[in-house]
């Protein structure tokens, strides 16, 4: 078993990361809490594979268990499906003593541990994320959030768990395109490490490698965010490395309504990034075509139809991360080399520059 320490000034846990961990869990989760009510938050597509193993086992360690299935999908990080949450919570009496754990997707993640830093304040959480993207990134790293008709996560918190446990094992009943857009995330953070993650990228050939590396590319990624949620956890400078292709890719995904998932509109960010610095002079030569490759690979796009259109900029413009009118860009002076470069976005349309066959 692979564990990672995290320490933020708020508080330190362990991520934990083994195939099989499910079959264990009482007694993992025996050694972090003392016995308690626990509510477990899950959602429809995750629940038939895995709640009841999970119920029965940490009752087997003697914790009582109730729980909670929300639908599955992005429209579960709502007010209405919050309010759900934190009724349950209510009709279960859950004390300052009891906990909550989040089963299943970022979607899970980020709406259990939302209502787990809001009921009585506060109670304890544990993360046990169960597609690739939330094993990889949004499980780490403390942020719960909930979306709101002006944009997606703008009501949240920071609020670190107990514990993630991490079960590769759970990623053979992820739908394959869910599994290859939280792949994109794993590219993203190999690029600006570099060295060994860079090179474990390169042998994922096609989307049935990503579960046969699965546990190397959890861990390399979990060690990339940890370290950089460890220094910086409520997004002052460094933190916002993890913004490396989101700024173009959320604009091209709200223009999407929907066509795009976020990994994939994240993958054509990422790419067309490194295209505009490596034109600026900015970023070594040859890298954008080696990002490419790599999202490429696992059948990830590169450019989409949205690049440098109105519905784009205008997306753009509205980024929460515009600060003082400027927007700032995560670039790669070459592979494991990240920088920052901010963009006035009045200037946004004139400074971007898209090929028409960029990655076809
Ligand atoms: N908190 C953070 O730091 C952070 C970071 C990145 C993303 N996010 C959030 O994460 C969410 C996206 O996460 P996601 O891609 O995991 O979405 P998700 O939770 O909706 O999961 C994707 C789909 O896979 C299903 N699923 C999950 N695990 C499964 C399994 N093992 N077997 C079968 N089906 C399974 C879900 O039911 C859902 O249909 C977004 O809301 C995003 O805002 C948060």
Known sequence: METIHVTTKSKEYDILIANGLLQQLGRIISQVWSKRKVLIITDTNVAPHYLRGVTEQIQSAGFSAASLTVPAGESSKSWQVLQQTITACAANQLSRTDGIIALGGGVIGDLAGLTASLWLRGISLIQIPT??????????????????????NLVGTFYQPDLVVIDPDTLTTLPSRVTVEGYGEVVKCAAMKGGIFWNLVQQVQNPADIPAHANELILHSIRFKADVVSQDEREGNLRRLLNFGHTIGHGIELAAHGRLFHGEAVAVGTFQICRQFERLGLTAPGTSDQVGRALQAVGLPLTDSLLGTPAMFAAMRHDKKVRKGRLTFVYLKQIGQPAFYPVDVTQLETWLQFDNNDGK
């Not at 990134?137 to 008709?149: F, R």
């Open 131 to 152: 597609s690739l993207l939330a094993q990889v990134d949004s499980s780490v790293g403390g942020k719960t959030a909930i979306d709101i008709p002006s944009g997606k």
